[in-house]
């Protein structure tokens, strides 16, 4: 099965810093990489699929790269409404579709 | 827009079964990739189960396998989890999903609790 690695586990910024986050798969899944963001007692939220394109309705500030093993989400300017957990999660073929630890975002 | 609502959580002691649902609206749901995905409290997401969209291919975790169920009914636009053997580290809040390659729509889940 493939693995999936985030770090960090957890940072603290501030309103209107850059955040990145960094996601590594433990072989190649090419560009089928996605990323949620969970806020405490809700369901997550899709962010980025396949890497780098962005869902509908997500503020452009949110970006996506990578390829191989190795990805990032990049917050560009961070918001009050973006502290949150951030996962990736990988789906290159078959099952199963594992997810990354998760990194959260605070103050 | 689309809501997906599960239901059938709750306290069961270790053995025991339940059966989670999930009902689909405002999405076509007879040609949708559906999945389940739990979260045990204070953890990570684990997926679960895959469904295809006409019931023929499933796929589980090897952590439920043998033991957890899948199933749907498209006339219904119902998704289901046969849950059986519970075990402890089952506990978690369990989510549908719809599945494209990523999951893009999720319910708002149902807590299942394994304790004695």
């Known amino acids: 099965d493939i693995q999936m690695t985030q770090s960090p586990s957890s940072l603290s910024a501030s309103v209107g810093d850059r955040v990145t986050i960094t996601c590594r798969a433990s072989?190649?899944?090419?560009?089928?990489l996605n990323w949620y963001q969970q806020k405490p007692g809700k369901a997550p939220k899709l962010l980025i699929f396949?890497?780098?394109s962005l869902q509908s309705g997500v503020p452009s500030r949110f970006s996506g790269s990578g390829s191989g093993t190795d990805f990032t989400l990049t917050i560009r300017s961070l918001q009050p409404e973006d502290f949150a957990t951030y996962f990736c999660?990988?789906?290159?073929?078959?099952?199963?579709?594992?997810f990354g630890p998760g990194t959260k975002v605070d103050f | 827009q689309v809501q997906l609502v599960e239901s059938g959580g709750g306290l069961v002691k270790p053995g025991g079964s339940l059966r989670l649902s999930c009902a689909a609206s405002?999405?076509?749901?007879?040609?949708?990739?559906m999945s389940w995905i739990r979260q045990a409290p204070g953890k990570g997401l684990e997926w679960v189960s895959s469904?295809?969209?006409?019931?023929?291919?499933?796929s589980y975790a090897d952590s439920v396998k043998g033991r957890f169920t899948i199933s749907r009914d498209n006339a219904k636009k119902s998704l289901s989890l046969q849950m059986n053997s519970l075990r402890a580290e089952d506990t978690a809040v369990y989510y549908c999903?719809?599945?494209?390659?990523?999951?893009?729509?999720w319910g708002r889940g149902t807590l299942v609790t394994v304790s004695s």
């Open positions: 999903a719809r599945t494209k390659g990523f999951f893009d729509y």
């Open positions: 999660q990988q789906t290159y073929i078959t099952p199963p579709f594992t």
């Open positions: 072989q190649s899944i090419r560009n089928y």
């Open positions: 396949r890497a780098s």
């Open positions: 405002g999405l076509t749901f007879s040609d949708s990739y």
């Open positions: 469904i295809s969209s006409n019931g023929v291919t499933k």
